[in-house]
């Protein structure tokens, strides 16, 4: 799997502002197939200690091969790693939500109607924290 480095200082000043947390930091990284075509990818940024991931995809062809849960389990590390105490996310009622709930995510809301006859499920799963971090606040 292809780590994408980190990209510091993603928090907006109006963030840090508000909240004093300085800690924005972005997620991401792919996997390959042979031919190093990217054929799945995880997306997000860490903030406060909280994950946020905003994309999770993987190619219809190689969907089924465990792919998505090498990428969840990737960026649940990670956000771990970075003192982040849960993972946050999105998918619509048409994707995914049974994949998320068997790796043990929380359906905490949907949004009805998004897309029409839709929903916009949120979810979130707690995580434990690989390193003792403090508060991230100045």
Known sequence: MDRHEPSRHVTPA???????????????????NDAGDVV?????????????LSHVWVDERYRGQGLGRVLLRYAEAEAA?????QVVLATHSFQAPGFYEQLGYERKYAIEGRP????DIIYVKALRRTVSSGSSRS
């Open 40 to 52: 799945a990818g995880v997306n997000g940024h860490t903030w406060g200690g909280c994950c946020e």
């Open 81 to 85: 790693a970075r003192g982040c105490a």
């Open 14 to 32: 109006t963030r840090v502002n508000a909240t004093g947390y300085f800690d924005g930091i972005l997620l991401g990284g792919c996997i390959r």
């Open 116 to 119: 029409t006859a839709y929903a």
